[in-house]
């Protein structure tokens, strides 16, 4: 006897409770690992999975870029395996970069769910380790060329087989990275949060049967489509165009690298098309076609169903045309260490080309870099240390108000900054200054954000890596609007010399050294002379413009304002 069709009112359980379970997963993640980058940065995202390995729901919150690319990992699994080659019990690691198509630290963990001895599902989540091994330590380092000097790679590998721990592997891992306690302590994490999800899904289908559980999760999907393919509807029909630049790969420095997008629109469905994007590189700014795929579905979704929850209906109305060996698609062995550099700056131009189609919703483009440090040594007793912290700064103004400031990226989503207080308290070094930095955004009608000011002094001898984009072309103002500033990264060494850094790895670090991270701000949306009086009086006493440029930007005279109390 077949179970009933799902009526609505269990549509709308199963709704909130996959949900639930992805959230309650990455809980159970959260405050179970053991590096900074998971509990305090939350640099994650946990799923739920279908036996086609197609999303039924992702965690809320978390990575952007992550958007609903846990199906890849756990689908070469079941292209290894089988369906009917996995066990109740089983737990497996994927980090492969052919397959992910990115930096290796970001590790996938995955279990299958079982209802009454009968696969139905998979639990999964992807977390950054502090540590894979190879030659490269934290972020930031342009020094590999292929990904075998990158780390550890481990394809769809049972650390569990039917409950029992693979010792062999388990080792391999413990012996290959830097920092096992913190790297097999978040793998145990993952490994939790998977059986959790599991056993939730198992739960849920024992209270309504698998056929009804699967009805709900299609109607779910038909409703996700249909919501995107309205909004596309809206779009006027056409062929948009739009480019933009990063600086360099890291290693030839006097080479820019092109972003080229086109973007098609015909009826409810959108195409990005990436053909004209910059070939692979012979630097770690590689990422694979998952890479290419998420900045496309980011920019998508932004514009589409916000705050619809992810599954994978919401992406049914967009096609990517990605062809293999651009910077987006690279091909093996190309290395990956620094696969997301590119994809703010990738969603930014895909936003730019619909700009003059929807002018009410695109905003000016924001700081377009993943801008971050990682700082490494040695403390006194000869443990190994590493520093890893990611920066805010400007978004774009938008067509009804200033952009934010000292946010994260568009790609990083909720993640956070490392608070001052635990960098100082693990890690040789002060935070000397973290505040706004004043006339970073552009001008404009509705103001781009800040970018932020942040100074580290070194307390002992280290390396660190600095890895900053767009600090030559800046963040775009839209219909008039000014630009925002560009990314800076200054030493200042403790002799007095000073010097201003793009990229580097490995910089030798003494104490008394500073470095200061000046991010980008938003570029600004409108033109300044239409930006309310009050407003720009607002941000010069508020120290967010100074006097002097409200008046070389906005044609205000250079004197101080002051309202009144």
Same mark, same amino acid.
């Given at each position: 006897?077949?179970?009933?069709k799902?009526?609505?009112?269990?549509?709308?359980?199963?709704?909130?409770?996959?949900?639930?379970?992805?959230?309650?997963?990455?809980?159970?993640?959260?405050?179970?690992?053991?590096?900074?980058?998971?509990?305090?940065?939350?640099?994650?995202?946990?799923?739920? @999975?279908?036996?086609?390995?197609?999303?039924?729901s992702q965690?809320?919150?978390?990575?952007?870029?992550f958007?609903?690319?846990?199906?890849?990992?756990?689908?070469?699994?079941?292209?290894?395996?089988? @369906?009917?080659?996995?066990?109740e019990? !089983?737990?497996?690691v994927?980090?492969?970069?052919?397959?992910?198509?990115?930096?290796?630290?970001?590790?996938?963990?995955?279990?299958?769910?079982?209802? $009454?001895?009968? @696969?139905?599902?998979?639990?999964?989540?992807?977390?950054?380790?502090?540590? +894979?091994?190879?030659g490269?330590?934290?972020?930031?380092?342009?020094?590999?060329?292929?990904?075998f000097?990158e780390?550890?790679?481990m394809?769809?590998?049972?650390?569990?087989?039917?409950?029992?721990l693979?010792?062999?592997?388990?080792?391999?891992?413990?012996?290959?990275?830097?920092?096992?306690?913190?790297?097999?302590?978040?793998?145990?994490?993952?490994?939790?949060?998977?059986?959790?999800?599991a056993?939730?899904?198992?739960?849920?289908?024992?209270?309504?049967?698998?056929?009804?559980?699967?009805?709900?999760?299609?109607?779910?999907?038909?409703?996700?489509?249909?919501?995107?393919?309205l909004?596309? %509807?809206? +779009?006027? !029909?056409?062929?948009?165009?739009?480019?933009?630049?990063?600086?360099?790969?890291?290693?030839? /420095?006097?080479?820019?690298?092109?972003?080229?997008?086109?973007?098609?629109?015909?009826?409810?469905?959108?195409?990005?098309?990436?053909?004209?994007?910059h070939?692979?590189?012979?630097?770690p700014?590689?990422?694979g076609?998952? *890479?290419?795929?998420a900045?496309?579905r980011?920019a998508?979704?932004? /514009?589409?169903?916000? %705050? /619809?929850?992810?599954?994978?209906?919401?992406?049914?109305?967009?096609?990517?045309?990605?062809?293999?060996?651009?910077?987006?698609?690279?091909?093996?062995p190309?290395?990956?260490?620094?696969?997301?550099?590119?994809l703010?700056?990738?969603?930014?131009?895909?936003?730019?080309?619909?700009?003059?189609?929807?002018?009410?919703?695109?905003?000016?483009?924001?700081?377009? !870099?993943?801008?971050?440090?990682?700082?490494?040594?040695f403390?006194?007793?000869?443990?190994?240390?590493?520093?890893?912290? +990611?920066?805010?700064?400007?978004?774009?103004?938008?067509p009804?108000?200033?952009?934010?400031?000292?946010?994260?990226?568009?790609?990083?989503?909720d993640?956070?900054?490392?608070?001052?207080? /635990?960098?100082?308290?693990?890690?040789?070094?002060?935070? %000397?200054?973290?505040?706004?930095?004043?006339?970073?955004?552009?001008? *404009?009608?509705?103001?781009?954000?800040?970018?932020?000011?942040?100074?580290?002094?070194?307390?002992?001898?280290?390396?660190?890596?600095?890895?900053?984009?767009?600090?030559?072309?800046?963040?775009? *103002?839209?219909?008039?609007?000014?630009?925002?500033?560009?990314?800076?990264?200054? +030493?200042?060494?403790?002799?007095?010399?000073?010097?201003?850094?793009?990229k580097?790895?490995?910089?030798q670090?003494?104490?008394?050294?500073?470095?200061?991270?000046?991010?980008?701000?938003?570029?600004?949306?409108?033109?300044?002379e !239409?930006?309310d009086?009050?407003?720009? $009086?607002?941000?010069?006493?508020?120290g967010?413009?100074?006097?002097?440029?409200?008046?070389?930007?906005?044609?205000?005279?250079?004197?101080?304002?002051?309202?009144?109390?």
């Amino acid at each position: 006897m077949s179970n009933p069709k799902a009526d609505p009112v269990t549509v709308e359980v199963v709704r909130s409770a996959v949900v639930a379970y992805a959230d309650e997963m990455a809980d159970v993640l959260c405050k179970s690992a053991y590096n900074m980058m998971i509990y305090e940065v939350r640099d994650y995202c946990c799923g739920l @999975l279908d036996t086609s390995a197609q999303m039924i729901s992702q965690n809320r919150g978390g990575l952007p870029i992550f958007l609903a690319d846990l199906g890849v990992a756990v689908e070469d699994g079941i292209q290894r395996y089988g @369906l009917d080659g996995f066990a109740e019990g !089983d737990v497996l690691v994927m980090n492969h970069g052919q397959v992910c198509g990115q930096h290796l630290n970001n590790v996938v963990v995955y279990a299958p769910c079982f209802h $009454d001895g009968k @696969l139905v599902g998979f639990a999964a989540n992807r977390a950054h380790w502090v540590d +894979i091994g190879g030659g490269r330590q934290g972020f930031g380092s342009s020094a590999t060329t292929e990904i075998f000097s990158e780390g550890l790679q481990m394809r769809s590998l049972k650390i569990y087989e039917a409950g029992k721990l693979n010792e062999t592997l388990y080792q391999i891992i413990r012996d290959n990275i830097r920092y096992p306690d913190a790297s097999l302590g978040d793998l145990r994490a993952q490994i939790a949060s998977c059986q959790l999800g599991a056993r939730r899904h198992g739960e849920l289908i024992a209270r309504y049967g698998q056929e009804t559980v699967a009805q709900a999760v299609d109607t779910i999907w038909d409703q996700a489509e249909k919501a995107a393919r309205l909004v596309v %509807e809206n +779009i006027p !029909d056409g062929v948009y165009e739009a480019e933009s630049f990063l600086d360099n790969d890291g290693r030839a /420095l006097d080479v820019p690298i092109r972003i080229k997008v086109k973007v098609t629109i015909a009826g409810s469905q959108m195409t990005v098309d990436y053909s004209q994007m910059h070939p692979q590189v012979n630097s770690p700014m590689n990422c694979g076609r998952s *890479g290419g795929i998420a900045a496309a579905r980011v920019a998508f979704k932004a /514009l589409t169903s916000p %705050e /619809l929850d992810v599954n994978e209906g919401c992406f049914r109305p967009l096609t990517v045309d990605l062809p293999d060996g651009t910077i987006l698609s690279a091909r093996s062995p190309a290395a990956l260490g620094q696969w997301s550099i590119a994809l703010p700056t990738v969603i930014d131009t895909i936003l730019k080309a619909l700009s003059s189609a929807i002018p009410d919703v695109v905003p000016a483009a924001h700081k377009g !870099d993943m801008g971050g440090c990682s700082f490494f040594g040695f403390h006194e007793d000869g443990s190994r240390f590493l520093l890893m912290n +990611i920066f805010g700064g400007g978004w774009g103004g938008r067509p009804e108000a200033d952009g934010a400031s000292a946010s994260v990226s568009v790609c990083q989503g909720d993640v956070r900054n490392t608070p001052v207080e /635990l960098q100082e308290i693990k890690y040789p070094f002060i935070i %000397e200054q973290h505040a706004l930095r004043p006339d970073s955004g552009g001008a *404009g009608r509705y103001r781009g954000g800040l970018g932020v000011a942040l100074t580290y002094r070194c307390l002992q001898a280290c390396k660190g890596n600095i890895n900053f984009d767009r600090t030559v072309t800046p963040p775009w *103002g839209l219909h008039g609007g000014g630009e925002g500033a560009v990314n800076t990264a200054i +030493i200042e060494r403790a002799d007095g010399t000073r010097q201003t850094v793009q990229k580097g790895t490995e910089i030798q670090f003494h104490p008394g050294d500073r470095v200061t991270f000046l991010t980008a701000g938003g570029g600004g949306y409108g033109k300044p002379e !239409d930006r309310d009086p009050d407003a720009l $009086d607002a941000d010069i006493a508020d120290g967010i413009v100074s006097p002097e440029s409200a008046g070389r930007s906005y044609g205000r005279d250079p004197q101080p304002v002051r309202l009144a109390s």
